[in-house]
């Protein structure tokens, strides 16, 4: 396996009971919390306390982006797992660029559709080896 880490990158993928359940558990929170998220950036925050959405968008999104790693760390070395950061960055843009937060809601909702919707072979590439992994090449 090369110098990569064993823990962060175990030779087989990890599951616990019940993964799926807690990720589409998470998944719906996830979407709850961008709904509220959307609506307070494309209404400028009016007649409700949005951040309480991006508290359950934060706190869901960092949950599935746990088990993800922990699951197999290569999800950092993905297109999907580097898409999740680049929307990571957006929305946190989102929240110094107060006039950009709508343009900004509506690119996450772009990378998230593309790259959810997309065959493996797109979601499973990789940057850093400018092809498609699903396990790390081992080492020379």
Known sequence: MGSYPGFLFPEHSRFFPGQRWVNISLRTL???G???VGYGFFTHGH???W???LLLTIFSGASMMLISIWSNGIWLLQLRGQAIMLKLL???LALFLPAWRAVLFVGVLVISGLISHAPGDVRYYSLLYGRRIDRLPASS
């Open 30 to 32: 996830h979407l709850i």
């Open 34 to 36: 961008l709904s509220g």
């Open 47 to 49: 007649e409700m306390n």
């Open 51 to 53: 951040e309480d959405f």
């Open 90 to 92: 957006l929305l946190a």
